[in-house]
């Protein structure tokens, strides 16, 4: 949220010599996150008022003109400009040498230099209001016109920051700091806070007093979704620009000026927070109800949005139907027309989680929806009505009140709270007396009364709406107002007896940096919701998902009971980008408690797992390859971070894999996860198009860290070994696991026989039907001696031998 300073300086006196960094930094620490504070004036420097006292034709071009233009202090420049509408002696914006400007309103800013145009030498440049960041508060009836400043009667050479009254400060307010502050949204309410927070005088609004007895009337049907509803109706109004000072505060803080009827409602919700609106008068039959929609009811917003509406949202209407979306937006057909000359003003209260109901159910949030969210106080009404009364009799002194009625159905009830002093010390850790607390308190419009050790707290009606509901509310405007920067620490003794060694924790975050270091993945980070499409794709079973009431999208209202279709739709983004690159994920994933665990139908998942997750992705590489080197990370993963092995087993297809390469992933007898390749299918459905993709995907909850490390140390070699590669034919079927088990097992081919290490694997034209070719490489050497060729040929022979006895393996000799 946007302020400005001069607008809360409306309702405090700040001094003259306020620090502002000083004040950014109070408003940071005690109330709210500052999180920039703007000099706006700096946007427009190097820029002044120019008054054109000749226009020539350009030599070289149709199109453009020579202007001779007074820039102040008697200097007249000529500048080249296209606009369409210069006249002798208009006043116009004028960005000199060192101006920063947008060309036309768009692209990157540029800095103005002294230039030639078509071969004529130009000053500066005269700019519209686009080009200078102010087309909204002077929009442009047409391409090429220029900003006309003709209605500001300054000199030539003034600065456009003070001609234009743009010398103001504007404050840049974190709206999550003050999402529990529905005092907070508007001038008046941050003026309030600045003032307990420097003990300054707060001026107060003085209220409105109806002076009209009409039979104008306002029913509430549902008194808890809108405990106030004060309607005024009025005649002697029109269509016109507001002042020109209500115009520039409501842009200064992000806001269009629209006109005078407009503005005020906008004007007003800025000051107070409370948000306000005008119906045509003439378009309101009979009177105003305020009641829930009926299944179905057609409303047409005033953004052209037709909604078809339901029973949980909250209407204003007349006698035809709905002219209003409480709290959120008004109708196109009942709201201001060019041809309004009476209003109705409506200033209300509406219950804060029906509006944010509605306007989430339509996608349809606006700034007084976000208002009435955060459960504004009923009482604001009077200083929002006040306000507006007062705008509109200035604005049109011609105007006459012929109807009013404020409907109070349930009154706000002020929040009280008893608090132990003691308690209050305590939890302070420092002593305050009575008199300081009250007096704190008192700033901030609280009631103390104290009688003993209890200390009975009223809260005023703008902190009674949640905000101030329970004892440690009270002691954090104590704190606040006394400074967080005034508490003294105090050092405090503790004395650690042993290590708190968390072994799951340190498990993950060693799988973690295992998989990012050591194999030189990416970690990737994705949201809780999955994108229905890889939801289709991926899962293509929904049983047991869960599904959010209101989804950040439509097509995104399943919260991942998996990893897996997040890492295939980062995958697709990053193959227009990539030919080979491996993700991971490790995060929580969620299931409905009543669903069954895919891994053991006789166990009830809780409602929340962690998982990690893996895709390995390659347009280069043979998938035998991509596979093998996705299985040999999760092979060396126990290894590198301490904790039980994997095992690797067919027993269930996950759905989204290919018919044969897939596995699934087991510790001791407890299957954890799987890995697979992804089907053409699936691939095609989540449009990846080029890539082969490796996914596994394990419960790390199921995890087993060692307790005591296992590993032992042995000695390096002391004499030279030797690899031996023979490469040999086996049955297709017949596994790496059966050919290792053969020459490695409890009964080892060879004394000499350090270790065998798959190599390759080969099917084609030289290799027999139903065979296949695995090249093997042993390690073979001694601790007592370097070994002979002979000696070396002698093992190999051994092992050749146990393979062909044990699993069929003869020589390939081609």
């Known amino acids: ?72 202090d008697g200097e007249i420049k000529d500048i080249v400009c296209g606009g369409i509408n210069l006249e002798v002696g208009m006043r116009v914006a004028v960005s000199c040498p060192g101006a920063v400007v947008r060309w036309h309103g768009e692209g990157e800013p540029v800095v103005i230099k002294n230039s030639k ?178 299944e179905n009811e057609k409303l047409l917003l005033l953004n052209d949005k037709e909604l078809e509406l339901c029973n949980d949202d909250l209407v204003i209407t007349d006698a035809e139907g709905p002219v209003a979306l409480a709290g959120v937006m008004g109708g196109a057909k009942d709201s201001i027309l060019p041809t309004t000359e009476q209003v109705i003003l409506e200033v209300a209260n509406f219950e804060s989680t029906g509006i944010r109901r509605t306007a989430l159910r339509y996608d349809n949030r606006t700034e007084a929806s976000s208002r009435y969210e955060k459960a504004i106080d009923p009482e604001r009404c009077d200083q929002a009505l006040a306000l507006s009364m007062q705008y509109f009799k200035e604005i049109y002194p011609e105007v006459q009140v012929t109807g009013f009625c404020d409907k109070y159905e349930k009154k706000l009830d002020r929040a009280q709270i008893d608090v132990s002093l003691t308690w209050l010390e305590k939890r302070l850790g420092k002593h305050l007396t009575n008199d300081e607390i009250e007096n704190k308190l008192g700033l901030l419009g609280f009631d103390v009364t104290i009688d003993g050790d209890n200390m009975h707290v009223v809260a005023p009606t703008w902190r009674s709406t949640g905000d101030i509901s329970i004892k440690d509310d009270v002691m954090e405007e104590v704190a606040r107002m006394y400074g967080y920067d005034n508490f003294e620490a105090t050092p405090f003794t503790t004395s650690f007896e042993g290590a708190i060694n968390q072994k799951d924790i340190d498990l993950v975050r060693n799988i973690k940096e295992y998989l990012a270091i050591r194999c030189g993945m990416q970690e990737v980070y994705t949201y809780p919701w999955m994108n229905d499409t890889f939801v289709n794709a991926v899962l293509q079973n929904t049983d047991g998902v869960l599904k959010l009431s209101t989804p950040p999208a439509p097509n995104l209202s399943y919260i991942r009971s998996s990893l897996l279709p997040n890492l295939c739709e980062a995958v697709v983004k990053n193959e227009r980008y990539f030919d080979d690159f491996s993700i991971f994920e490790e995060a929580q994933v969620f299931y409905d408690r009543d669903y069954s665990s895919p891994y053991d139908a006789t166990e009830s998942l809780p409602s929340q797992k962690r998982k990690i997750a893996a895709a390995f992705a390659t347009g280069t590489k043979k998938i035998d390859v991509l596979f093998r080197e996705a299985k040999g990370v999760l092979e060396y993963m126990s290894r590198y971070t301490h904790m039980e092995e994997f095992t690797f087993k067919k027993v269930e297809k996950p759905v989204w894999a290919d018919n044969v390469v897939w596995m699934n992933i087991f510790v001791g007898d407890d299957c954890i996860g799987e890995m697979g390749l992804l089907s053409k299918k699936v ?11 490796i996914l596994f995907e394990i419960d790390s909850t199921m995890l087993k860290p060692l307790i005591s490390r296992t590993n032992k140390f042995e000695h390096l070699a002391e004499y030279p070994e030797t690899d031996y590669d023979v490469s040999m034919l086996f049955d297709v079927n017949t596994t790496w696991a059966d050919i290792y088990d053969a020459i490695m097992g409890p009964k080892k081919a060879a004394a000499l026989l350090k270790d065998a290490a798959f190599v390759d694997e080969y099917r084609g034209k030289q290799i027999p039907a139903g065979k296949k070719s695995v090249t093997i490489r042993l390690t073979i050497g001694s601790e007592e001696k370097t070994l002979t060729s002979q000696e070396i040929e002698k093992v190999a022979g051994q092992v050749l031998s146990k393979l062909g006895k044990k699993v069929g393996g003869e020589l390939r000799t081609q």
């Open 1 to 72: 949220m946007k302020l400005s300073l001069s607008w809360i300086k409306d309702y405090v006196n700040l001094p003259e010599d306020t620090d502002l960094k000083q004040l950014a930094y109070d408003l940071t620490m005690d109330t709210v996150e500052v999180e920039d504070v703007e000099y706006m004036a700096r946007r427009f420097d190097n820029m002044v008022v120019g008054i054109i006292e000749a226009i020539e034709p350009h030599p070289n071009a149709d199109k453009l003109r020579v202007c001779k233009v007074d820039i102040g």
């Open 683 to 693: 691939s095609m459905d989540c449009g990846i198009k080029n890539l082969s993709v």
């Open 117 to 294: 145009l078509r071969g004529v030498a130009s000053y500066g440049m005269i700019c519209a209001s686009d080009e200078i960041g102010l087309g909204d508060l002077f929009p442009a009836n047409e391409e090429a016109e220029i900003l006309d400043l003709s209605a500001f009667e300054v000199p030539a050479g003034t600065p456009i920051s003070d001609a234009l009254d743009l010398n103001d400060v504007i404050l840049e307010i974190d709206n999550k700091s003050m999402t529990n502050r529905p005092d907070l949204w508007g001038h008046y309410g941050i003026a309030r806070e600045i003032a307990a927070l420097y003990n300054l005088p707060l001026k107060e609004i003085t209220p409105f007093v109806p002076d009209v007895a009409s039979d104008f009337n306002v029913d509430i049907e549902d008194t808890d979704r809108c405990p106030r509803y004060i309607g005024v109706s009025m005649t002697g109004v029109s269509v016109k620009p507001a002042p020109y000072q209500m115009q520039n505060r409501i842009w200064k803080v992000g806001m269009r000026p629209i006109n005078a009827l407009v503005d005020i409602t906008n004007y007003v919700m800025l000051a107070t927070g409370n948000p306000t609106h005008a119906f045509d008068a003439t378009q309101i039959s009979d009177h105003i109800v305020v009641r829930r929609a009926a």
